[in-house]
Nanobody, 128 residues
């Protein structure tokens, strides 16, 4: 059974930082899986934030977080991270990591429907 488990969420003041972690288990992690981070707030569609290729060579970011968030992965530890800096109240949401099977090590996936594994989410709250 494949599992993705997020951690690292919490309450932070505007301008602060958090690092989210996503632990993957139950599969050969480096086996052609791209990873991504998304978030959802009540009443809104799930929003793509960042994605990284299987070999970590390529990344993509949403305009809303570009320059503030950084996605990374440690395949040896089966971990994916999202470093979030300069947080704003509008970043308040439940954050999810996800994994998508890909055919090449350099493929980045930004479409949520292509992800077939999702974590349970971790709450991030940014106070003003």
């Amino acid at each position: 059974q494949v599992q993705l488990v997020e951690s690292g969420g919490g309450l932070v003041q505007a301008g602060g930082s958090l690092r989210l972690s996503c632990a993957a288990s139950g599969r050969p992690f480096i086996n052609n899986y791209a990873e991504g981070w998304f978030r959802r707030t009540p009443g809104k569609e799930r929003e793509f934030l960042a994605a990284i290729s299987s070999n970590a060579y390529n990344t993509r970011y949403a305009d809303s977080v570009k320059g503030r968030f950084t996605i990374s992965r440690d395949n040896a530890r089966n971990m994916v991270y999202l470093q979030m800096n300069s947080l704003k109240p509008e970043d308040t949401a439940v954050y999810y990591c996800a994994a998508a099977p890909v055919s090449t090590l350099t493929t980045v996936v930004v479409v949520s429907q292509l992800y077939d594994q999702w974590g349970q989410g971790t709450q991030v709250t940014v106070s003003s």
